[in-house]
């Protein structure tokens, strides 16, 4: 029997729709079965980690240095001591959500009159936890007498003087004077502001002022280096070996590990409680009265896609610390 070519035309296009049909649903199918595979590896990897974790936090113990069994009790971070590879030493042991950023912020200012000033105002650079910050301060203008100086107020805690005991020069062209601070303490309420004067004796010694000869009075220029830890979905480990004597655990040492790659815990990772049960929500309480930890992970390859998420719990009891 013989077919018209309108009857082959509709035949041939029936034929594609299902297979179209029928490529999509497969193609739905494995995408399903790709997330939940996903998962699975995620999961399975979390257990891992966390298995391991509570294993090492159960033992923690004495530092070499002497140091607490518990360095720090946050919600997200944990810090301990414990022999994690049984060579009779305690490694410091670092449990973390997150990555380390460094990233340097550079500003300038100038003044144009004799004996004039200018400020400048570091602010919203934390992004997470505050590791170290530095800040680098150089000038260069109309500095090359005993009597031609700037003096620098840093967040009203910290007075400096430049170029009034140092050999600076007059409009070298180029910055002078640099100095380095330790800037962590004025970097931990997220702003930092400076405020530069220069130099001008009393009336009639006009002569001795900084002068707008370069053409201007003089510059600063400010590095701000912040080194924070931001969160991610990444929980990690971090060791460090103790070395030398006496013992200590230098921390460019520590070698990091990534122990569940799809944690997106909102709750925190790490809660504390005493002898008796009570969770212990102040700090620093939770350093010398836990004898018991609830640790917590909720992993998830991707949350907005079945399927859902996954929580691990497990509580752990701290051997040597149980009978203080």
Known sequence: ????????????????????????????????HGYEWEQSLA????????????????????????????????DKEFIFYSDIDNDGKSERVRYFLGKIETETIEKECESNVKG???????????KGNLKEATLKISVQG????????????????????FCQNESCQQCPNQW??????????????????????????????????????CPFSFKAKFELTIT??????????????????????????????VISSFVRNAPPIFEYFDQ???????????????KVMKVFLVVNVDPNRPPNEYQLESFVQLRNLKNE
């Open 228 to 257: 924070q830890e931001i969160e991610t979905t990444e929980l990690k480990k971090g060791v460090i070996k103790p070395v030398g004597f006496p013992p200590v655990y230098p921390l460019e040492k520590e070698e990091i590990f």
């Open 43 to 74: 999961i399975s990897e979390a257990k891992r980690g966390i298995e391991t974790m509570v294993k090492e936090i159960r033992e923690a113990r004495e530092g070499e240095n002497g140091a607490y069994p518990i360095e720090y009790a946050g």
């Open 276 to 290: 008796s049960g009570r969770k212990i929500d102040e700090y620093p309480a939770r350093l010398t009265m836990t």
């Open 1 to 32: 029997m013989a077919f018209t070519l309108i009857e082959t035309l509709t035949t041939i296009f029936i034929f594609g729709l299902i297979l179209v049909l029928l490529s999509g649903f497969v193609f739905f199918l494995y995408r399903i």
């Open 176 to 213: 002078q004077a640099t100095k380095t601070f330790d800037a962590k303490t004025w970097a931990n309420d997220n702003q930092i502001s400076i405020f530069v004067q220069a130099s001008c004796p009393d009336p009639g010694r006009e002569n001795r002022c900084t002068d707008p000869l």
């Open 142 to 161: 109309d500095l090359n007498s005993q009597w031609e100086y700037l003096t620098l107020n840093i967040d009203n805690q910290a007075t400096y003087t």
């Open 116 to 126: 004039g000033s200018c400020g400048v105002l570091f602010s919203n650079f934390l």
